[in-house]
Nanobody, 120 residues
Framework: QVQLVESGGGLVQPGGSLRLSCAAS????????MGWYRQAPGKQREFVAY???????NYADSVQGRFTVSRDNAKDTVYLQMNSLKSEDTAVYYC??????????????WGKGTLVTVSL
């Protein structure tokens, strides 16, 4: 029903920055929540950040102050600006969507993921 396509992943040095994008298409509800999860090698998938359609946000403690989630509702696109990147940020980053306003503990659609590698 909703398709998500991520872009912007790649290799970046520690302390550097990267901006991820996620474009949504399909039957998008007017009230929705979009954001990001990540999965590091050998680890479980973990929540990163979200923004609701009325622009309320939430961040994981591990990225608070370094990452910023934003949206362009006219383009049905959500972004993740990642600054001061650390090696432990290395992961596959997945875009996530849910119908309605709430947390991303419920996910209705997933993107395929984009790899972010933080290394010298």
């Amino acid at each position: 029903q909703v398709q998500l396509v991520e872009s912007g992943g790649g290799l970046v040095q520690p302390g550097g920055s990267l901006r991820l994008s996620c474009a949504a298409s399909g039957s998008i509800d007017n009230l929705n929540t979009m954001g990001w999860y990540r999965q590091a090698p050998g680890k479980q998938r973990e929540f990163v950040a979200y923004m609701t359609s009325d622009r309320r946000t939430n961040y994981a403690d591990s990225v608070q102050g370094r990452f910023t989630v934003s949206r362009d509702n006219a383009k049905d696109t959500v972004y993740l600006q990642m600054n001061s990147l650390k090696s432990e940020d290395t992961a596959v980053y997945y875009c996530a969507y849910r119908r309605g306003i709430g947390t991303l503990n419920v996910v209705n659609s997933w993107g395929k993921g984009t790899l972010v590698t933080v290394s010298l």
